[in-house]
């Protein structure tokens, strides 16, 4: 199948509040729904993608019912439409679809889905922590405390609690993948407390890869550049949404299908070496 000729820049000033609506983005991004093929790589798998209602979550999560896993995908209430749509391509593969809403930075709420996941998939196998909040800010002095902490407890400390509560569920074999991002190590200053538990985050996935190996359980990180989904005109100035991604050497953003193989890759059993990877998809871009 020919590599599709994807969006290019500059694209029509757009803004939406968080987290954003898949329906609401221009051009629409390609999550993989006519085009990623499965050869049964995660057959058996039982797997739970946070934020997996749209963007990169909603291309991992069809990708990995494509290869033979059923998915359970968590979302914040307010995004049922989008994940019914990402449940109904589930179902479509022939697996199971668990739809949760939650908001992983509440500790109860996080508990919750964990034991729902294992009780009705029967088991867990595959944790993608991918959910995550960010906003941009004008300067520092727009920054409160209470968004710094926001940031901290949807993109680390949720992390770390899930894979926390999962650890117990997660045979020998289990795989945990974090979104990281480019910006862990090429911070972006008008996101910074995004970009610094990006930071945090693959600096937590190198840690978790030691101390989770005596147990068979794997942890990746996928360091993604500038990818096409809602979380863009949710998070960024309009202006900036105009001219995304065309400071890469392809000159444009990434698509969320571009990303979803990498996820399968580390989700698989043939990568059964591959531990505190951080893996970066950036279309060219180099980071250090």
């Not at 590599?3 to 954003?20: E, I, L």
């Not at 749509?85 to 508990?111: K, M, N, T």
């Not at 906003?135 to 899930?162: G, K, Q």
Request: charged content about 20%; hydrophobic content about 40%; some cysteine.
């Amino acid at each position: 199948m020919p590599v599709p000729h994807y969006p290019r820049p500059p694209f029509k000033a757009q803004q939406q509040s968080f987290p954003g609506k898949t329906g609401l983005l221009e051009p629409r991004p390609d999550h993989g729904e006519q085009t990623y093929q499965g050869h049964g790589l995660l057959k058996g798998k039982r797997a739970l993608i946070t934020g997996g209602d749209s963007g990169i979550g909603a291309a991992v999560a069809i990708a990995f019912a494509r290869e033979g896993a059923d998915v359970a995908i968590a979302f914040l209430e307010g995004e049922e439409q989008d994940a019914a749509a990402i449940g109904a391509l589930i179902e479509e593969a022939g697996q199971r679809a668990l739809l949760v809403p939650c908001d992983v930075s509440d500790e109860g709420q996080a508990s919750a889905l964990i034991a729902q996941v294992v009780k009705e998939l029967g088991g867990l196998d595959v944790l993608v922590n991918n959910a995550a909040y960010q906003r941009y800010y004008e300067s520092f002095d727009d920054i409160t405390l209470d968004d710094w902490r926001r940031t901290f407890d949807t993109n680390v400390h949720a992390v770390f609690n899930l894979t926390r509560l999962a650890v117990p569920h997660l045979r020998d074999g289990g795989s945990v993948i974090n979104t990281a991002s480019v910006n862990s190590k090429k911070p972006t200053p008008n996101i910074l407390p995004y970009s610094a538990t990006k930071g945090a985050l693959a600096n937590l996935t190198i840690g978790l890869a030691g101390l989770l190996a005596d147990k068979g359980i794997r942890v990746n990180a996928v360091l993604p550049g500038p990818i096409w989904t809602p979380f863009i005109p949710a998070g960024m100035a309009a202006e900036e949404v105009e001219q995304f991604g065309s400071q890469t050497p392809f000159g444009r953003p990434g698509q969320p299908a571009e990303l979803a193989s990498a996820y399968v890759m580390l989700a698989a059993d043939s990568a059964s070496y591959t531990s505190g990877a951080l893996l970066t998809i950036s279309g060219g871009a180099v980071t250090l």
